[in-house]
């Protein structure tokens, strides 16, 4: 089954950086997009990036455009979202999905306060 685990959240300082990771497994991660949606407390899910498969084309919340960057190894089946400049209104919960269903990993953590 599709199985999607996320890492690389934690506390970091306004200004500091993060990489997050996505370890896919349960389908053939080369032919699917990917995407990374966060959700904030009391507020709802939004979608962040996403990049497509085959091509790698991306996408960006206009929110995040300059400071974050998706991309892909097919090799390792792991997308990855490294995020600059970090602002403590990106403190949120942000989750790995396969696009086109319904798959959605645990989740990470990525806090941003001084």
């Known amino acids: 089954q599709v199985q999607l685990v996320e890492s690389g959240g934690g506390l970091v300082q306004p200004g500091g950086s993060l990489r997050l990771s996505c370890a896919a497994s349960?389908?053939?991660?080369?032919?699917?997009?990917m995407s990374w949606y966060r959700q904030a407390p009391g507020k709802q899910r939004e979608l962040v990036a996403y990049?497509?498969?085959?091509?790698?084309?991306?996408w960006y919340g206009d929110f995040v455009k300059g400071r974050f960057t998706i991309s892909r190894d097919n090799a390792k089946n792991t997308v990855y979202l490294q995020m600059n400049s970090l602002k403590p209104e990106d403190t949120a919960v942000y989750y790995c999905?396969?696009?086109?269903?319904?798959?959605w990993g645990q989740g990470t953590q990525v806090t941003v306060s001084s």
């Open positions: 349960g389908f053939t991660f080369s032919t699917s997009d």
């Open positions: 990049i497509t498969a085959p091509g790698g084309r991306t």
């Open positions: 999905n396969k696009m086109g269903g319904d798959y």
